[in-house]
Nanobody
Framework: QVQLQESGPGLVKPSQTLSLTCTVS??????????WSWIRQPPGQGLEWLGY???????YYNPSLKSRTSISRDTSKNQFTLQLGSVTPEDTAVYYC?????????WGQGTQVTVSS
């Protein structure tokens, strides 16, 4: 059973960089065929996929956010990280990390991030 846990600051100031970490247990992030994603849900809106890092370390981003988004990993800690730059209040959302392998999907519980001065 894959378990994921998001962590990071709950409040970020406008123009700063939002940084969140997802700690994974129950599976190595380098295991083949696994995709490690970041997804968010702004208040009153649907889910928005931000990007993923795959087991090989390759990354792919939502084109609409690509210029501000970076996903990296620390294999020694079995963690992957989201950085979203130049944030505005519109980036306020619950942020989730997710693992997918074929038809299997695992979610973190989510973490609220508010962008405000």
């Amino acid at each position: 059973q894959v378990q994921l846990q998001e962590s990071g600051p709950g409040l970020v100031k406008p123009s700063q960089t939002l940084s969140l970490t997802c700690t994974v247990s129950g599976e190595s992030i380098t295991t083949n065929y696994l995709y490690w994603s970041w997804i968010r849900q702004p208040p009153g809106q649907g889910l928005e996929w931000l990007g993923y890092i795959e087991s090989s370390g390759g990354t792919y981003y939502n084109p609409s956010l690509k210029s501000r988004t970076s996903i990296s990993r620390d294999t020694s800690k079995n963690q992957f990280t989201l950085q979203l730059g130049s944030v505005t209040p519109e980036d306020t959302a619950v942020y989730y990390c997710r693992a997918t392998k074929f038809s299997q999907v695992y979610w973190g519980q989510g973490t609220q991030v508010t962008v405000s001065s």
